[in-house]
């Protein structure tokens, strides 16, 4: 049972790392498993990829296809209404931060 809430409490910390690096600059799918695994995060492409289409689904992200060495690959950058979430998910998550740290 506390695996489960744990693990919905880190997904949406994951959205927000995942939003966070939309914006610094377009990423493939592994390389933001392997961006979440330095810092702690297992996940495997069955469990990103939903993350992903969810949020481009609901108009936060943007997919843009590019062949890289003759194989199709799908780049995730933000967009305007995915940068406005991303920004209050950061006031939000600093206001709880400061009150819970100690």
């Not at 493939?28 to 992903?52: A, C, N, Q, R, V």
């Not at 843009?64 to 060495?69: L, S």
């Not at 979430?85 to 400061?98: D, G, M, R, S, T």
């Amino acid at each position: 049972m506390q695996e489960k809430v744990l693990r919905k409490l880190f997904l949406g910390f994951i959205q927000i790392h995942i939003l966070h690096h939309a914006k610094i600059e377009p990423f493939f799918g592994i390389w933001m498993i392997d961006e979440l695994k330095e810092h702690g995060y297992s996940m495997s492409p069955g469990t990103l990829y939903p993350i992903l289409h969810n949020l481009e689904a609901s108009g936060l992200l943007q997919k843009e296809n590019k062949v890289v060495e003759g194989k199709i690959r799908k780049y995730y950058s933000i967009i305007e209404e995915g940068d406005r979430v991303l920004e209050e998910a950061k006031q939000k998550a600093y206001e709880l931060f400061k009150e819970i740290k100690d």
